[in-house]
């Protein structure tokens, strides 16, 4: 039931209740700008709570500029109404490009089916450290919850990492560490200090969508690689370097987004090699390292790091709420790094949000959750491929670790026009050509494995192969 004047909502609070009463009743039109809201007493009788409570609701929906307060008439619906979110129509229209499945993920109801997004459901994160952490945050010092971020981020994040870099074989100290508001921050960051408009970047194809996004934003050339189970196609690698003299390679390491491969020690070599030769930068975002059991090679550890940046977060494997990312790279490129998120951020990440993942990735159940995360993907990962194989929707490989599945459609079916119909029953799913930039893959799609434990979402896959293959049946017996 939808909130009203009259019925009790099942918000948490009886304050909610009262506010999305009265947010309804504007969405809905049936209290209008500039008219004035029950009284105080009036409501909390009809909905037999105290005056205090609906004093309070008012006064929250006054300080989001919903209400206005007229001293000595009562309160009144803002002249000018804000938007409501019931108001904003999802753009499912929006043509499926590299910005489409952040867009309709992100936005999406509470009750979406998210099988395309790229994250973890909150159920599988590590909620209790999260908690104990935020509990800790109570007793900083005020600063803590009041300053900006010192431009470097936490020395005791920046350390932590060190000493974990220094595991791996890297050689960097917290003076060559930068922590960034995210890990997209990270690469704006880089890209901002390295790129020029017109530069040319490499990627690989298929790649994560969001760099082709972000690159649009700096003006510049993008030049796909095509990816093979082990790493980028060398052949097309090394001429797409001697042709295009890019500036940038761009890339995930461990467990490729969306294909789910892994670099081979071979194609790390002859990468690095060819970067070396042609004063190439590599950009290396190492997000997806820790859902691998075992490390696969890593081109900042075999680089020290002398032409490698390595980029990453914390959203995958703690929390995507709290936004903190990291820039690890040459140390006097580290100092134009902070001048640039100055200017742009005006200082680091949020204290609070370093303080939080600090915290967490010091507190002792955080291995174990790294280590039960990873044996429960690998268990997800064989099931929902199972259940896509039955389907005739067939994975490209099976992955080392993470939580994707790159997989190709039966009869040459349209990814783009199976999501646009997944969406119309609110299911966000990813075809394969956002992925794309010689778009290349119009019948492939990528699965997140965790995001598809509801069963209906089988049988809405099941039922638009079947609904698609016939129309495509029909549409060739009329063309005879």
């Known amino acids: 039931m939808k909130p009203s004047i009259e019925h009790r909502t099942e918000s948490p609070t009886r304050t909610g209740a009262v506010m999305d009463a009265i947010r309804h009743r504007i969405s809905a039109r049936t209290l209008t700008a500039g008219e004035k809201l029950p009284s105080i007493r009036g409501l909390a009788k009809s909905m037999n709570l105290s005056p205090s409570t609906v004093v309070e609701a008012y006064d929250r929906l006054a300080a989001e500029g919903l209400i206005r307060s007229r001293p000595g008439s009562g309160f009144f619906v803002a002249g000018s109404l804000p938007l409501v979110l019931a108001d904003v129509e999802s753009r499912a229209d929006r043509a499926v490009d590299p910005l489409w499945v952040s867009r309709q993920s992100l936005d999406g109801s509470s009750d979406m089916l998210r099988p395309g997004c790229g994250w973890l459901p909150?159920?599988?994160?590590?909620?209790?450290?999260?908690?104990?952490?935020?509990?800790?945050?109570?007793?900083?010092?005020?600063?803590?919850?009041?300053?900006?971020?010192?431009?470097?981020?936490?020395?005791?994040?920046?350390?932590l990492l060190a000493r974990q870099f220094a595991?791996?074989?890297?050689?960097?100290?917290p003076d060559r560490i930068l922590l960034t508001a995210s890990g997209t921050q990270a690469i704006d960051l880089v890209c901002r200090f390295l790129l020029q408009p017109g530069d040319t970047v490499l990627l690989d194809d298929p790649?994560?969508?969001n760099f082709q996004a972000l690159l649009r934003v700096h003006r510049v050339k993008v030049v796909g690689v095509p990816m093979t189970r082990?790493?980028?196609?060398?052949?097309?690698?090394?001429?797409?370097?001697?042709?295009h003299r890019p500036r940038l390679y761009i890339r995930n390491s461990a467990v490729h987004n969306p294909t789910g491969a892994s670099l081979s020690p071979q194609a790390a070599h002859r990468i690095l090699t060819l970067a070396a030769a042609n004063d190439v930068t590599i950009v290396e975002d190492d997000i997806f390292s820790d859902f691998e059991p075992e490390p696969s090679p890593r081109l900042a550890v075999l680089d020290g790091l002398a032409r490698v940046v390595r980029i990453g977060s914390f959203s995958k494997t703690l929390s995507a709420s709290i936004r903190c990312g990291y820039i690890a790279a040459q140390a006097d490129w580290i100092e134009g790094l902070i001048d640039l998120q100055v200017a742009t951020n005006f200082g680091g990440p949020s204290p609070i949000a370093t303080e939080i993942v600090s915290s967490a990735l010091s507190d002792g159940s955080y291995r174990k959750h790294l280590s039960t995360l990873r044996s429960r993907l690998a268990k997800r990962r064989r099931e929902v491929g199972a259940t896509l194989e039955a389907l005739g929707i067939r994975p490209w490989l099976e992955p080392r670790g993470g939580f994707y599945l790159w997989c190709r459609l039966p009869d040459g079916q349209d990814a783009a026009d199976m999501a646009r119909l997944a969406l119309k029953e609110n299911v966000v799913l990813a075809p394969g050509n956002v992925f794309s930039i010689a778009q290349t893959a119009p019948d492939w799609m990528r699965f997140n494995v965790t995001q598809m434990a509801d069963p209906r979402l089988a049988s809405l896959l099941q039922q638009m192969l079947r609904e698609r293959t016939a129309c495509a049946s029909m549409s060739n017996a009329i063309n005879v």
Do not use: H
């Open 122 to 159: 909150a159920d599988w994160m590590p909620n209790a450290a999260i908690r104990r952490a935020v509990r800790a945050l109570a007793k900083a010092e005020d600063a803590v919850l009041t300053n900006y971020g010192a431009t470097r981020g936490s020395l005791a994040l920046r350390g």
């Open 167 to 173: 595991a791996e074989g890297i050689e960097a100290g």
């Open 207 to 209: 790649c994560y969508f």
């Open 230 to 243: 082990s790493g980028p196609d060398m052949a097309s690698f090394a001429q797409a370097v001697e042709t």
